[in-house]
């Protein structure tokens, strides 16, 4: 069987090297975000249609209502076209949006201006490691870290930012059918279990939040089931040949045809407040920190 380095590793005193296994998979050439400078391009040619993908309100509101009230200040890392950041804006007293793709910002603040709540939000032009903003009372990052090398420091500087606490949303390790193809001819990698690492990392500083598990459901759209396929799979010679596989997902309609799928995603929530009762838990059963 050969090794796979994405998997963490144990080191010598017993832990597994989170941080290091987190690190092979970002770093991989087969990760296409990678590069900055790919991730923004990638965002330019989707930015537009990002959110006519998704299915439903977001995920993690109930994780996000348990925090956050009327009174709060919201750091939100890597807001895109501010699907979260609109519902922050209505529930926070001060909004404040991180994002570095120029593309993903416009539309985050076309769509703020839209919704009449651009002026309840501060637009942070940077990437999070290079950010320099004030502690907030929550910090949310959903599907934010991806890009991040360096995701122990990332972590780090959430927990020093975040004064009451934190909700974190990412994958729980499942592909998208259409991507599955390339994975299983090892064009590109497996999915993660993000939520994992996390857990992992956070357990190592005596952090130790809670995990639950919804389900999210994307779509895409097309005049045709050929320009659907093409768009689901632009670097191959043959799109087309996809469609069987892809049969269970795909749907004819009126105005052309659309690719739906669902999956789980892992919410994970914070309370600084609970942080006492949650160690005097660990000694009660014998966990070290």
Request: aromatic share 8%.
């Amino acid at each position: 069987m050969s090794e796979d380095s994405s998997l963490p590793t144990v080191a010598p005193g017993g832990s597994l090297e989170f941080a290091d296994a987190w690190r092979a998979v970002v770093t991989d050439d087969r990760n296409r975000w990678s590069d900055p400078e790919d991730d923004y391009a990638f965002w330019d040619d989707h930015a537009a249609d990002y959110e006519a993908r998704f299915v439903g309100d977001p995920e993690g509101l109930a994780a996000i209502d348990a925090l956050v009230d009327g009174t709060d200040s919201v750091l939100e890392i890597g807001p895109g076209t501010g699907r979260y950041t609109r519902e922050l804006a209505r529930r926070a007293a001060r909004v404040t949006a991180v994002e570095d793709a120029p593309a993903m910002r416009r539309e985050l603040v076309s769509n703020l201006e839209r919704a009449g709540l651009r002026e309840s939000v501060t637009v942070v032009p940077t990437a999070w490691e290079d950010a320099d903003v004030d502690p907030h009372d929550v910090v949310l990052a959903a599907w934010s870290f991806y890009r991040q090398a360096d995701v122990e420091a990332a972590l780090e500087t959430l927990l020093e930012t975040a004064r009451k606490g934190f909700v974190l949303i990412d994958t729980p390790g499942c592909l998208p059918p259409h991507r599955r193809p390339a994975v299983a001819a090892g064009d590109a990698l497996a999915m993660p279990p993000r939520h994992a690492y996390y857990c992992g990392l956070f357990a190592d500083r005596g952090v130790y939040p809670e995990v639950r598990f919804e389900s999210k459901t994307r779509q895409q759209r097309a005049p045709t089931r050929e320009a659907l396929l093409e768009t689901l799979f632009p670097d191959r010679e043959e799109p087309t040949a996809y469609a069987d596989a892809l049969a269970p997902w795909l749907e004819e309609s009126e105005d052309g045809w659309r690719y739906r799928y669902t999956l789980p995603v892992a919410v994970i929530s914070w309370e600084r407040d609970r942080v006492a009762g949650s160690l005097a838990a660990a000694d009660a059963v014998g966990c070290s920190r």
